[in-house]
């Protein structure tokens, strides 16, 4: 969707390791949320942000933390990625509290 | 149970075909949306409705509140309409989403 940018938009890594998926959006909306999408399952919520520095958990959130310190970019960490994160992650942003545009999404694999 | 079900699952269409997708839900809103999602993995929002129907184009939503119901209607389907669609409802600042329909339109 216009003006929302997930990075990177695949990524191979090993159990154990960190990663960072970015989410960068130029519309300069006030929220921003992280989703992970899996087979047989709904978009789930991981955490969501409500403005800098300002975030809060979501229905999924063990294993993973965010940070938001700047309106544009909203990061996603798993700060030792395990194989049940293997899933494809998007990130979505809105003016209000609910999530009007969605980024392309990042599909991680872990092995 | 999931909270928010949508059906069918997978759905074959011809060209020309009026498509209906449903989605019931258990829990209160505020708002549900329907979402389209492209073989590209990228995903749209098609509309956000709260009581009655909004059209656009050939694609019409309805919702009753009273039955938490709501239904996606394609007219003329066309192979460009090959997608998954996503039904999700919104309570507050929670949202949950169904599981997806997935439309295949052939020529």
């Known amino acids: 969707d216009a003006g929302i940018t997930q990075s990177p938009r695949h990524k191979v890594t090993e159990t154990g390791t960190p990663v960072t998926l970015r989410c960068h959006q130029t519309e300069n909306h006030r929220y921003m949320y992280w989703y992970r999408q899996d087979p047989g399952h709904g978009l789930r919520l991981i955490h969501y942000s409500y403005g800098v520095k300002d975030t809060d958990k979501g229905e999924v959130s063990d294993g993973y933390s965010v940070s938001r310190s700047k309106t544009e970019d909203f990061l996603l960490t798993l700060e030792s990625a395990t194989s049940s994160q293997t899933s494809v992650y998007f990130c979505a942003a809105g003016y209000d509290n609910q999530p009007q545009h969605f980024g392309d999404g990042t599909r991680l694999s872990i092995l | 149970k999931n909270e928010v079900e949508q059906s069918p699952q997978n759905l074959t269409a011809q060209e020309g075909e009026f498509i209906t997708i449903n989605c019931s839900y258990s829990v209160g809103i505020s708002a549900l949306h329907w979402l389209q999602q492209h073989p590209g993995g990228g995903i749209v929002s098609l509309f956000m409705?709260?009581?009655g129907k909004k059209k656009h184009g050939r694609l019409i939503a309805t919702i009753n509140i009273q039955e938490k119901h709501s239904s996606l209607h394609i007219t003329a389907s066309h192979p460009r309409d090959s997608a998954v669609y996503i039904c999700?409802?919104?309570?507050?600042?929670?949202?949950?989403f169904g599981a997806g329909t997935r439309l295949t339109v052939k020529p």
């Open positions: 409705l709260s009581s």
């Open positions: 999700a409802v919104r309570n507050n600042n929670d949202m949950r």
